[in-house]
């Protein structure tokens, strides 16, 4: 069974920083493509970022560059979102996806073709 469990949300004042984790289990991690999406309140889920299976490509939403970044530890089976100088727009439910297969096509990522979720972890950011 595949689980993709995150972790690491809460509330941070504005300028602060946050590191999201996501663990995977019942999967080859190196194998899979994965990224963050985030669902603010009264707003569709959108797309945050992702990274390729070898980890040696990544997207970002533009509204994320040069604040975020989503490294990967695949000895541990674990993606981090790294957040930094957060402000209350990133307040949301932020999600762990998977993407099966060793091809990187970021676009389709990105468009939520994904196989597997997370459940979410909150991140509020106080003004």
């Known amino acids: 069974q595949v689980q993709l469990v995150e972790s690491g949300g809460g509330l941070v004042q504005t300028g602060g920083s946050l590191r999201l984790s996501c663990v995977v289990s019942g999967r080859t991690f190196t194998s899979d493509n994965m990224g963050w999406f985030r669902q603010a309140p009264g707003k569709e889920r959108e797309f945050v970022a992702a990274?390729?299976?070898?980890?040696?490509?990544?997207l970002y939403a533009d509204s994320v560059k040069g604040r975020f970044t989503i490294p990967r530890d695949d000895a541990n089976n674990t993606m981090y979102l790294q957040m930094n100088s957060l402000t209350p727009d990133y307040t949301a439910v932020y999600f762990c996806?998977?993407?099966?297969?060793?091809?990187?096509?970021?676009?389709?990522?990105?468009?939520?073709?994904?196989?597997?979720w997370g459940q979410g972890t909150q991140v509020t950011v106080s003004s």
């Open positions: 990274i390729s299976w070898s980890g040696g490509s990544t």
């Open positions: 996806a998977a993407a099966y297969g060793r091809a990187w096509r970021p676009l389709t990522f990105a468009g939520a073709k994904v196989d597997y």
